[in-house]
């Protein structure tokens, strides 16, 4: 699975997913193959990683919207017609979609039920 997000404000939430996938009963391997620093190839490396993985969960927290990486790489994902779905990230607070989410996008809550069975591709 490859993960989408806001790498300046939701780290946090990537590092908690990433921490999920360690439960005994996780059924998802999650490799970390964040994009640390924005080069001139990362788009075509981002592509690379999207198409090698099954699905990609797009964390949405408070600042998602003005996120362009996470835009880009849903983007992609589309484009390389690889699942994905949109986990809210925060609590509180109101989380934002990405500027490329379709408007039938659902934004499902993050429960590890919820997360089975996204990962599952029930959708």
Not at 5 to 27: I, M, T
Request: hydrophobic share 40%; with cysteine.
């Amino acid at each position: 699975m490859f993960i989408s997000f806001d790498y300046d404000h939701d780290n946090d939430l990537k590092n908690l997913l990433v921490g999920q996938a360690r439960n005994p009963d996780s059924p998802f391997v999650i490799a970390d193959w964040s994009i640390k620093e924005a080069s001139s190839g990362w788009m075509e490396e981002a592509r690379r990683r999207i198409r090698a993985s099954d699905c990609v969960a797009i964390i949405c927290g408070l600042h998602t919207r003005s996120a362009a990486g996470v835009a880009t790489e849903l983007t992609i994902a589309r484009d390389e017609s690889i699942p994905y779905f949109l986990l809210a990230g925060r609590a509180s607070g109101t989380n934002q979609r990405p500027t490329s989410a379709l408007t039938s996008d659902k934004m499902y809550d993050w429960t590890w039920p919820n997360l089975k069975l996204l990962i599952a591709g029930s959708r």
